[in-house]
């Protein structure tokens, strides 16, 4: 249960970093960031988190901070630079 709830924890940053519904015409890889926020999300919550806690099935506020961590650390490496492409 904790790998469901990191996971729709890093598509919740996610969209409030700015891959949310109205910004999808302007950035193609929207849905790139969705998953890379769940990814991250998932790294982040197991490195936070420790693994032989996560196999206890126990959420904590270590596992919390390490998903919202990861997911904006994906999130920030898949978006676009604009200052890069217009060189």
Do not use: K, Q
Request: a positive charge; glycine letters at 14%.
């Amino acid at each position: 249960m904790n790998y469901f709830i990191w996971a729709l924890l890093g598509i919740v940053i996610a969209l409030f970093v700015g891959a949310g519904l109205r910004r999808r015409a302007y950035r193609p890889n929207a849905n790139a960031a969705l998953f890379a926020g769940a990814f991250g999300a998932l790294i982040g919550g197991v490195i936070g988190d420790g693994v032989p806690h996560t196999l206890s099935g126990d959420i904590t506020v270590g596992s919390v901070i390490g998903a919202i961590i990861g997911a904006l650390v994906f999130c920030w490496a898949v978006r676009d630079r604009t200052s890069d492409s217009e060189s």
